[in-house]
């Protein structure tokens, strides 16, 4: 093949080129990736619960990704089916054409293979591996981990020697190159039966029954519950994907050369026009409609903090135990850091609650960043659940202090139970099917669907978990049926200062200014915050999982949310005020550990008309 030739097959299997370019960077490169295939050997070597869920995302992943490859392969060849066939031998062009296309398909499981590959992990030293090794068994044996906890990447060594997930790192490249082999070997043999395909009619003949296949496929995938991706995980998602964009791309790529019109540039600047305009912006912050304000009416005062926190002293059952003494109260900073931070906070602050059931009812407040956010959301909705029984008197110490916890031993209700179930299934995957299918069509659509919105979908998930989780314990009758979803109503309803449920602060960044912008029930004085009005207008009816992960919405996985504003103090309500959209970012930007907001509710309450509590800060 010359070099006229081949730039002339690269530019007829253009389409087929871009995607398998865009799968194989994708599936190679990011870090987050090589985590995934990380997670994934991880799980298939600890023999984890979900042991049978990976199996079969590993084999829906072979299968999609087998399928992408023979679409591109199809597309790619489809660049041959113009040119005559030669009579006699085979031409050579076909030869190298066919071969160009093989190659061209197999890419992204090659891909996938480097990325296997990328992702183990090596031991650096023996003696770093004894003192990770040492701090694993450690923390399994006791659940105390080591004042000084040894570095990730020996953490990671001890893993890869005492799991030795390495091994099936190394079994998953070795077979995407087998496959690869294999596929190639099927595409050329193929090209051979089929060298030249005789032309069929007219292009727009051969390619309507495609475009509509995909337009089928994809309306499907869209209005199918994002829960259902977990089956296929992010890797098979994202390998359908490219099979629908391959057959899309290369049915535009044809009718733009057989008629001549540039569809493809047309369809690029449709988008960016409606993109600019705002039109398809679906990231609006969700509300429930049923409880979000209108202009016309007039809502509460925004509480402030003193008041609040001296309607709830004066509740607490327990106070006259404490008669003489200054009645402890304990305010909490979670930090971000993603769904570790997320796991990390339900579960220390679920072991707290499991020894001490007097923890939540002395914890007036949390202030959450990020994933911690998300971890205090978790905290605060099993805490409303619990059992009347399980809810200590005020003659009932406020610790147990057992050698096991003692909730596990009777069986009854664990909060570190119920977190870890809550916050183990895969949050992932909703989040790229979002991405990829619902978000991807809401880019042609020049009209906001706010549930389209990714960040809708990892709420979605959220709820979800809490209600199979609470579901699960009303049938065991460890927890008050029926068992309200918390995470599922409006954000302000979450608190009552006659409640046991502690006070959710939660810490987001605004977009235009770079200062905090909190989700509270009260407002408190701070430098450079604002509040969300989550008292008036249309965020009355935020839900508390949209106030979680609004403080977790970090660029890529999740898009800045925004919301319209009136112009006027979020304390006040005034109708006729202009309304301008606001658009809020992960609350780590101004600030990840949640204490700048913590020490401001401290040091607004400490004089509250003679209370002096003493704040106890964790």
Sequence with gaps: MSIGKFFDFLRAARAPLLVSVFLSITLALPPQVIEIYRSIAQSLALGFADFGQRLRELAFSGAALA?????????????????????????????????????????????MSVGCLRAITQASTPDICSAARR???????????RPEPPPPQAVDATLSGVLNYN????????????????????????ARCFAAPERIGNA?????????LCAGAILALCLMPASAAIQAGPIGTLCMFGSILAILLSC?????????????????????????????????????????????????????????????????????????????????????GGIYAAYHTASSLGAIQDGCPAFARHTFAISG???????????????????????????????????????????????????????????????????????????????SITTSDRARQFELMLERSLSTELVKEEQTQRVSAPAANLLGRPFITHWRPDGDTPALVLNTTEVGTDRRRIVSPFMFSGDDVEFLPVWQGDLRGMPLSTAAILSARFPWITPPGWYYENVSSASTWEPAAPRLPNQLVDGGYFENSGVASALDVIRAIKPSNGCRPRSTFT
């Design 204 to 212: 727009r003949v051969r390619t309507l029954p495609p475009l509509l």
């Design 67 to 111: 399928l992408v490859s023979m679409i591109i392969w199809l597309a790619a060849s489809s660049a041959t089916s113009t040119r005559p066939r030669a009579s006699g031998s085979l031409p050579g062009f076909f030869t190298h054409a066919s071969l160009i296309s093989a190659l061209m398909a197999v890419l992204p499981v090659l891909a």
């Design 369 to 447: 960043v990020s994933g911690g956010s998300v971890g205090a959301a978790v905290f605060a909705s099993l805490a409303n659940v619990r059992k009347p029984s399980a809810i200590p008197t005020s003659d009932s110490p406020m610790c147990e202090l057992d050698d096991r916890p003692r909730r596990e031993v009777k069986g009854e209700f664990s909060f570190v139970r119920a977190s870890d179930r809550i916050l183990s299934p895969d949050f992932l995957s909703p989040v790229v099917y979002g991405v990829l299918f619902p978000d991807f069509v809401q880019l042609f659509v020049p009209h």
């Design 167 to 190: 091994s099936y790192l190394k079994l998953g490249a070795a077979g995407c190159a087998v496959l690869s082999v294999v596929l190639v070997a099927s595409f050329v043999c193929l």
């Design 135 to 145: 701090a694993l068994v450690d923390i399994v044996a006791s659940g105390r981990s």
């Design 252 to 336: 535009i790529a044809l009718w733009s050369d057989k008629i001549g019109i540039p569809f493809g540039a047309f369809l690029i600047a449709y988008v960016a026009i409606v993109s600019v305009t705002g039109l398809n912006d679906s990231d609006r912050v969700f509300s429930l409609p049923a409880n979000a304000g209108t202009e016309g009416d007039m809502p509460a005062p925004a509480p402030s903090v003193e008041d609040m926190f001296v309607r709830w002293y004066w509740a607490r059952p327990d106070r006259e135990a404490f008669a003489g003494r200054r009645y402890p109260v304990y305010l909490v900073a979670a930090e971000g």
